[in-house]
């Protein structure tokens, strides 16, 4: 067990590029979510997938946000043409879909200028 | 949906004296519930939690917490405060197996101050 993998761990970007951040869960995971944190609040669900099926996407993820699982195994979530409120801690999460246990990545930070 | 509600964003407690955390939810459906504790630079990691039966459940590094379903509550505590004990703890719920609601639902954090 290696545990949540995120890449990069610091992102800085200027407003209206576009970011793409990594996620490897534990292996044998078969579910994998999407959350951000902004300073002072609790993490809050963007998406997740069951698979490489993507099963349910929060209203907070904009036509801006895109998130893949292509092979069931890592995912990446794209970010296009950033703004300033997209600046947060962006974390992955994964279990198996019989465990209610969440196990989390350490986050990928996102600056937007 | 579900929610939780944690209030005093910090707190402070003295080395050996009681800690206790209070979370008070909201769900349609019974709930799972769960403590996460996050020390500075790392994920979250699973101190607790309660899916049925006892409703006293013990967590690692010496928490419990007690789900009461008239106050829903899911408050945490532990007996002795160390210094380690210093992070960020959310509580976080989500509906039960088999209600279809696979999210967690945070509430905003307790930042523990352990005073020596």
């Known amino acids: 067990d290696t545990g949540v993998s995120q890449n990069p761990r610091h992102k800085i970007t200027k407003r209206g590029q576009n970011v793409t951040f990594r996620c490897d869960p534990i292996?044998?995971?078969?579910?994998l979510y999407w959350y951000r944190q902004t300073l002072g609040q609790g993490p809050e669900f963007l998406t997740y997938?069951?698979?490489?099926?993507?099963?349910?996407k929060s209203r907070l993820l904009s036509d801006r946000f895109s998130a893949e699982r292509p092979k069931g195994s890592f995912s990446t979530l794209e970010i296009q043409r950033t703004e300033q409120g997209d600046s947060a801690m962006y974390l992955c999460?994964?279990?198996?879909?019989?465990?209610?246990?969440?196990?989390f990545g350490s986050g990928t930070q996102l600056s937007v200028l | 949906a579900q929610s939780v509600t944690q209030l005093g964003s910090h707190v402070s407690v003295s080395e050996g004296a009681l800690v206790l955390l209070r979370c008070n939810y909201s769900?349609?459906?019974?709930?799972?519930l769960f403590w996460y504790v996050q020390y500075p630079n790392q994920g979250l990691q699973l101190l607790l939690k309660?899916?049925?039966?006892?409703?006293l459940v013990k967590g690692i590094n010496g928490f419990e917490a007690e789900f009461k379903k008239s106050e829903t509550s899911f408050h945490l505590t532990k007996p002795s405060a160390h210094m380690s004990d210093a992070a960020e703890y959310f509580c976080?719920?989500?509906?039960?197996?088999?209600?279809?609601?696979?999210?967690?639902?945070f509430g905003k954090g307790n930042q523990v101050v352990v005073i020596p």
């Open positions: 309660y899916t049925t039966g006892a409703t």
């Open positions: 292996s044998e995971h078969n579910r």
């Open positions: 997938f069951q698979n490489e099926a993507q099963l349910e």
């Open positions: 999460a994964s279990r198996l879909s019989t465990n209610e246990k969440l196990f």
């Open positions: 976080a719920v989500s509906g039960s197996a088999g209600n279809g609601n696979n999210r967690l639902a």
């Open positions: 769900s349609s459906v019974p709930p799972y």
